[in-house]
């Protein structure tokens, strides 16, 4: 079942601002994972974050989990064009991993 | 990261008919694949989740007999979507984990499936 809710749905933002996005969960997880797809195409890992950690990065995504709220960020800095596409985090349990619902990020030039 | 393909990408085929999907993990092995439905601007569905040599878990609300899913190797999955109907059309993904549930899952590109 779908556990990972994105917030917001769409995101529309310039060149050079910075996006963030949440998601919550409602169970307990191993680990929360976020991905990016580009329109009709396979998904791209991004990032991992263990349950016993609390912040990640890596080059300009910045990652935050707080288990007591269940709830993740992602943060991409200085965006670019190129970061157009559908966001989702994913949470992992011993045996499976469900999606969230994404956010469609629209980064303007 | 490592790679996993998918195939085909694309296939057309008519109502009734049987469809079949390859999942290859190419350079790891994977103990774990998932099999994933989108709907167009959805997220994606959790289809069933299959360990190499044991039958698949299938979601709740995933028909067993119509989505067949065969793990038979570490590097091959195969979901066989059988008498294929229009409201089967929807783009597949695999994803194939290599280790245990601390480490990330690949994906392959994904399958457009068209039931005419």
């Known amino acids: 079942s779908q556990q990972g809710e994105e917030d917001p749905q769409a995101l529309s933002i310039q060149e050079g601002e910075n996006a963030t996005m949440n998601c919550s969960y409602k169970?307990?997880?191993?680990?929360l994972q976020w991905y990016r797809q580009n329109s009709g195409r396979g998904l791209v890992h991004l990032i991992l974050?263990?349950?016993?950690?609390r912040e990640k990065h890596s080059g300009r995504l910045r990652v935050t989990l707080d288990t007591s709220k269940k709830s993740s960020s992602l943060l991409i800095t200085a965006s670019r064009a190129a970061d157009t596409a559908s966001y989702f985090c994913a949470t992992a349990g011993y045996s499976t991993l469900t999606f969230g619902k994404g956010t469609m990020l629209l980064v303007s030039p | 990261g490592a790679v996993v393909s998918q195939h085909p990408s694309r296939v057309i085929c008519k109502s009734g008919t049987s469809v079949k999907i390859e999942c290859r993990s190419l350079?790891?092995?994977?103990?774990?694949m998932f099999w994933y439905r989108q709907f167009p601007k959805k997220s994606l569905m959790l289809m069933a989740t299959?360990?190499?040599?044991?039958?698949?878990?299938?979601e709740q609300g995933v028909e067993k007999d119509k989505f067949l899913i065969n793990h038979a190797s570490l590097t091959l999955s195969t979901l066989t979507v059988t008498s294929a109907h229009p409201e089967d059309s929807s783009f597949y993904i695999c994803?194939?984990?290599?280790?245990?549930?601390?480490?990330?899952?690949?994906f392959g590109q994904g399958t457009r499936l068209t039931v005419v």
């Open positions: 169970t307990s997880i191993n680990n």
């Open positions: 974050i263990r349950s016993n950690e």
């Open positions: 994803s194939a984990r290599g280790g245990a549930v601390d480490t990330e899952a690949f």
């Open positions: 350079d790891f092995q994977a103990t774990t």
């Open positions: 299959s360990n190499e040599g044991s039958k698949a878990t299938y």
